[in-house]
């Protein structure tokens, strides 16, 4: 009886429920402000993989590689030229005396060839930028506000690593604006149009912005004592407008339900807390468990959007069981205020058309289902073919001046590598020994040169080129092994391996990173850890929905549904993305399916999946429970969810959908596969394989073996309901 509970405090107490969750919200607030001063742009890699520890004994032992470029342009003429030259040098000087800057590489001071274009228009001086990726982007974006512009004869951009990071630090700051001043206006006007009233309308939208900053000071928190993506703020804001909405539409649309079948409001507000506040509570389980997976990969990308998205979907459904109904409690039927007489919103009838539909889907479950299962495993097929990657410049828009400068330097320095493969050999070995491994490595096909300490080779030969002095240390040794090859290509991380496959010194470890290494140990990774990922989600689910339901089957029939329209998302995505349809439209370039938002989507879609099929079984349940045949309840399930359904689905696909403005090819497929999936599951899944399933289980549909009975009656979270006794053989507890 624990919703009665909550239900009779709150009509006790609703005052002081309020003036708490008031003080937590100011609170909130306060620490909200400095939220994206602690979110750090980076954490797509595995900290422990080999690649990992690569970058790491190279900032600690050399002062780090090249992750900054200044790419610098002499439109009038040459880089040679005097003027051009004494401004390179001065340039080169106030970088060499940065502070933060370690290892300055510039033509100007080397007369190094591969530093200067073929034609003389460009030159780059290459930096390192000291510190982690949350100081290092800081300090990248304090270098680009003093030296991106014009300097004399000299154009200056910025590209690399760390000037990329920069320009998605900012575009995505761009998209949240954007996104936010799409959904919230635009769900305030759905809102409008499904209750009709300006009170009724005002309360899910004050919850779903409640729960983002409740969130968003949670994030200030977390990133104080750990990594947390500034990405996760995406998720923050569909999620908390978007499931802050659905739970509070859920708690005033069945208490204007009871309004309007003319219960007084403490019994409108008990059977509301008792009904849909029950709802509420295992549809947030579900998804906060689907969102707990990401927590067992090591990329804090992923653990990132975990803890985003548990906080967020906790607040909501604290707000959703707390502070609606203390807002009802004091509205009573002034939920109606401010009625829009051209509006004829939502007052709890029953929907024909739901009805309608559950109906004629139920006396032909195989003829109405088929189809529908057909179009989903048709839009899942290019999933088949996904190849997957990590991002790059190509995140960016074309004319971003970071990805342009970086394909400047691909285009222009063949003989500077911006994605060499770097190698440390540790403990530090004889100069002998390094020369003979650097020459096999440089015997290696697609190698063009190897840069030691001890020289250059190419071809298993030393050459004229320099030798990289600062590559010598006390404890390590690093080389560079230049390629030709296109970045991520499958021959540049088949290069990988074999590197990795060649034996090192004798006595010696060594490690292999760059950017093709970290891609393949972030699919290693991922790899490693998805199985666990899905048993998490399926375990949990299962658990939660049987507890729910009292069926083992209805779990089951869930997880397949489910599964369908999660792949059938993920390769509707990678058609899109991978494929490059809509590019144009859209403004993207097509590039390899990213690892992380892939799984990123799986595990959002598959909550908010099971968050619909809770809304929806739960009402199928209650009419089953009230003495209805198993067709019968679900159509009048359906009559009495389907609009909210499809309006929950609406508000909370806008939130997602809107974040297909972003300029950020990631947030893009993000926001995209997540509102598809939802408005897949709302209207297909709900509308016909949920009545269609339910027609063919028949009887079975409740059925619970007997050795499981003990623990749905301990277990369960149940309230009871007055009303007619279920018969045996229809209840959700009978046998087949």
Not at 250 to 278: K, M, N, S, Y
Request: aromatic residues 8%; positive net charge; hydrophobic residues 50%.
């Amino acid at each position: 009886m624990v919703f009665t509970k909550i239900a009779d405090l709150v009509l006790r107490r609703a005052r002081l429920v309020l003036v708490v969750a008031g003080l937590v919200l100011a609170s909130a607030a306060a620490l909200a402000t400095g939220a994206m001063d602690v979110l750090k742009v980076g954490g797509f890699l595995d900290p422990r993989a080999p690649s990992s520890q690569a970058t790491r004994l190279i900032d600690a032992q050399f002062g780090g590689r090249a992750n900054l470029v200044f790419l610098i342009e002499a439109p009038q003429g040459s880089v040679d030229a005097p003027a051009a030259r004494a401004e390179g040098l001065r340039l080169t000087g106030r970088l060499a005396g940065e502070p933060v800057l370690d290892n300055v590489t510039s033509y100007w001071s080397t007369g190094s060839p591969a530093l200067k274009s073929a034609d003389g228009r460009y030159a780059i001086v290459a930096v390192h930028v000291d510190g982690d990726e949350n100081t290092a982007l800081r300090r990248a974006r304090g270098l680009y506000d003093t030296y991106v512009g014009t300097s004399g004869p000299l154009e200056i951009t910025l590209g690399g690593f760390q000037g990329i990071y920069r320009d998605i630090f900012t575009q995505v700051m761009r998209s949240l604006v954007i996104a936010e001043a799409i959904a919230v206006p635009l769900t305030l006007v759905l809102l409008l149009a499904a209750f009709g009233s300006v009170v009724a309308a005002l309360l899910p939208l004050a919850i779903g912005v409640s729960a983002i900053v409740g969130t968003f000071g949670l994030l200030r928190l977390l990133g104080a004592v750990s990594d947390v993506s500034l990405f996760a703020a995406n998720l923050v804001t569909a999620l908390g407008l978007g499931l802050g909405i659905d739970y509070a539409l859920l708690i005033v649309a069945r208490f204007r339900e009871r309004l309007a079948a003319g219960d007084e409001v403490p019994q409108a507000l008990r059977h509301t807390v008792r009904t849909a506040g029950r709802t509420v509570f295992f549809s947030a389980a579900i998804v906060m468990a689907a969102l707990a997976a990401m927590l067992v990969f090591p990329l804090y990308f992923l653990r990132s959007f975990a803890y985003a998205g548990i906080g967020v979907v906790a607040l909501a459904a604290l707000a959703a069981l707390f502070v609606v109904p203390a807002l009802l409690a004091l509205c009573g039927h002034r939920v109606n205020a401010g009625r829009l007489p051209w509006v004829r919103g939502v007052r709890g009838a029953d929907a024909p058309f739901w009805a309608r539909l559950a109906r004629g889907v139920s006396r032909r479950p195989v003829l109405a289902t088929l189809p529908v299962v057909a179009i989903l495993l048709l839009a899942a097929a290019p999933l088949a073919g996904a190849v997957y990657g990590t991002p790059d410049e190509r995140v960016l828009k074309p004319e971003v001046t970071s990805r342009q400068a970086t394909a400047v330097l691909r285009e222009e320095f063949p003989g500077f590598s911006a994605d060499p493969v770097e190698v440390v050999v540790t403990p530090r070995v004889p100069d002998t020994a390094l020369a003979e491994y650097a020459r096999r490595l440089s015997r290696q096909p697609d190698v063009t040169g190897v840069i030691a300490s001890v020289g250059t080779y190419a071809d298993g030969r030393k050459t004229a080129g320099p030798a990289g002095q600062r590559r010598g240390g006390p404890a390590a040794q690093w080389l560079t092994v230049a390629t030709g090859l296109p970045p991520k290509s499958d021959r540049a991380l088949d290069l990988v391996q074999r590197i990795r496959d060649t034996a090192g010194p004798a006595d010696a470890r060594v490690v292999v990173g760059g950017t093709d290494a970290e891609l393949l140990d972030t699919r290693a990774a991922i790899a490693s850890r998805l199985p666990v990922a899905a048993a998490v989600i399926v375990v949990t689910t299962f658990v939660v929905l049987f507890l729910f339901t009292g069926s083992p089957l209805q779990p089951l029939r869930a997880l397949l549904l489910n599964g369908l329209v999660l792949a059938a998302t993920l390769g509707a995505m990678v058609w899109v993305f991978q494929y490059g349809h809509f590019k144009d439209t859209l403004g993207f370039t097509p590039q390899p399916t990213d690892a992380t938002v892939a799984v990123l989507i799986f595990c959002v879609v598959f909550g908010l999946a099971m968050d619909y099929e809770v809304f929806v079984v739960a009402r199928i349940k209650e009419m089953s429970e009230s003495g209805l045949d198993t067709v019968t309840a679900v159509e009048r399930g359906l009559a009495k969810t389907g609009r909210i359904v499809s309006t929950a689905a609406g508000l909370l696909a806008v939130s997602f959908l809107a974040f297909v403005t972003s300029s950020i090819n990631f947030i893009q497929m993000f926001g995209l596969g997540a509102g598809t999936a939802i408005l897949l599951d709302a209207v297909l899944v709900r509308g016909v394989l949920v009545p269609g399933t339910f027609a063919l289980m028949g009887r079975t549909a409740w059925w619970c073996p007997r050795r499981l009975r003990p623990v749905r009656d301990r277990f369960a979270v149940t309230e009871s309901e007055p009303g007619p006794p279920a018969p045996a053989t229809v209840g959700p507890t009978t046998d087949a």
